[in-house]
């Protein structure tokens, strides 16, 4: 059998439409079917295929034809019969008939969701539902309002750590009270927001404002039970590493006792994301609105690295900026960054601040 071409060449009747011809076809060959069933109904019929003129593509004779056919021959009137699909030449399985969807209302409104005959509905979305409440619905609610309202960008820097490590291990073993290194990462800090006032700031939307802050109160990023908080010390910039480490061991300890206070966790200026502790490298963090930059600090690992012209095992640490575009440019973020990795590869640069 010839397969029928996609198209109808123009010129050819309208399908159902089929012309009885009054002369036989000169074409001597087999007559081009759309199926045996179609061959059949004209032969136990007695219409001569090579008379039609079929009304499928190129000319196919279609099942309508052939009763067309009949109805001439038999002296019925003639009727028009509508375009019927082509008949499959096999019978083909049919899934038992499903309950039939009522059809959507001329209202404009979208049709309803069609099932398919067989086929279950499908089960709407499971699992667990947890309210955002509390401590959590807090911290939801303050990124969600940073996101929206903060044009953030980050920069990153990774750095030479070993000094720093070195320098913290003699301060410890000079006895008195243990130094944590987010201690001295701290101190760096309220360094460098002294030279790079710009991001201990402020933005004051309704006057169109930028409002920088004097005093530093560094708010620092600790995981409870209950999520996660960000405590504030107050007064940082003024602050020594020790008392830092003081301040820090106190607001953590209450952070994790879920006893602080609303002043505890309100009026930072600045915050420092030790997320080097959860064994990541590097993070482009959230600005803690209305504050106007964060700092990361990744994990301290052994790396190669070019050190005095020779390749060596160093402690190196990633160290990132988020800062509120706002506020200041890329340069002012690039040399607040630049500068807190040179306190960090060589401490002794922080000794010019003190």
């Known amino acids: 059998m010839e397969s029928p071409a996609p198209d109808a060449p123009r010129g050819i009747p309208a399908m159902g439409d089929a012309v009885l011809d009054t002369v036989p076809s000169a074409h001597e060959g087999p007559v081009a079917v759309i199926s045996p069933l179609v061959r059949r109904l004209a032969r136990d019929n007695g219409v001569d295929l090579r008379t039609l003129r079929g009304s499928g593509p190129d000319g196919l004779i279609l099942r ?4 067309h056919a009949v ?3 038999a002296g019925a009137p003639e009727q028009h019969v509508a375009p019927q699909p082509p008949q499959p030449s096999a019978p083909v399985p049919v899934a038992a008939p499903g309950p039939v969807p009522a059809p959507a209302a001329a209202t404009g409104s979208a049709p309803a969701r069609v099932t398919a005959p067989g086929a279950a509905p499908a089960p709407a979305a499971a699992g667990e539902r947890i309210p955002l409440r509390g401590v959590r619905g807090a911290v939801a609610d303050k990124l969600s309002r940073s996101r929206r309202e903060i044009p953030d960008a980050t920069c990153w820097v990774d750095a030479d750590a070993t000094e720093l490590m070195t320098a913290r291990q003699a301060m410890n073993a000079a006895g008195g009270p243990k130094i944590s290194l ?3 990462l701290a101190r760096i800090c309220t360094a ?4 790079y006032p710009e991001l201990n700031s402020t933005v004051d939307p309704e ?3 930028i409002v920088r802050i004097p005093e530093v109160r560094l708010g620092f990023a600790a995981q409870t039970d209950r999520g996660l908080v960000v405590p504030v010390v107050r007064d940082a910039g003024n602050r020594t590493a020790e008392s830092l480490t003081e301040e820090f061991a106190r607001l953590t300890g209450k952070a994790r006792q879920g006893t602080l206070t609303p002043a505890d966790l309100t009026g930072g200026t600045f915050t420092l994301n030790n997320y080097g502790v959860f064994g990541v490298d590097g993070s ?3 600005i803690n609105h209305p504050e106007a930059a964060m700092l990361g600090v990744g994990r301290i690992v052994p790396k190669p690295w070019v050190h005095e012209g020779q390749l060596a095992v160093r402690r190196v640490v990633q160290l990132s900026l988020t800062f509120d575009h706002r506020v200041c440019d890329g340069g002012t973020a690039g040399g607040f960054l630049r500068y807190v990795a040179d ?4 401490p002794a ?3 010019r601040t003190l």
């Open 64 to 67: 309508v034809d052939v009763e």
């Open 71 to 73: 109805r001439v021959r």
């Open 182 to 184: 987010l201690a001295l």
């Open 192 to 195: 460098a927001l002294a030279r």
């Open 207 to 209: 006057a169109r404002e």
């Open 284 to 286: 482009t963090p959230i």
């Open 343 to 346: 306190c960090v590869e060589q």
């Open 349 to 351: 640069v922080l000794l």
